[in-house]
């Protein structure tokens, strides 16, 4: 056992052991994966990726988001700009296949 140096527990020395971290390799690190998601598919959507995915009007998207059938969040702006609305893709797919 290696030791570090001394340590004094109530007058005595006791040696400690030497800990050593080792590296752990990139291949072996943990990393969040949803395999819902691919590289090509981003979180969330602007209101013009929706329109052009599902190919329709930026206008018919702001009008589902407003009547509710259209799942979407405000991402706010500083100093009280209006701010923009975020689609998740499957909200996007829920809404369009959802009357199928």
Excluded: H, K, N
Aim: net charge positive; hydrophobic share 40%; charged share 25%.
């Amino acid at each position: 056992m290696q030791t570090l140096g001394p340590l004094s527990e109530g007058g005595e020395t006791v040696p400690r052991p030497l800990v050593v971290q080792e590296a752990i390799p990139p291949s072996q690190l943990e990393f969040p994966f949803d395999p819902r998601t691919t590289a090509g598919d981003p979180a969330f959507l602007t209101i013009a990726e929706a329109a052009a995915r599902v190919r329709c009007c930026e206008r018919t998207i702001r009008r589902a988001i407003d009547t509710g059938a259209l799942r979407a969040g405000v991402v706010r702006r500083e100093r009280g700009g209006r701010g923009a609305y975020r689609i998740r893709p499957a909200d996007l797919d829920a809404w369009l296949f959802g009357d199928a």
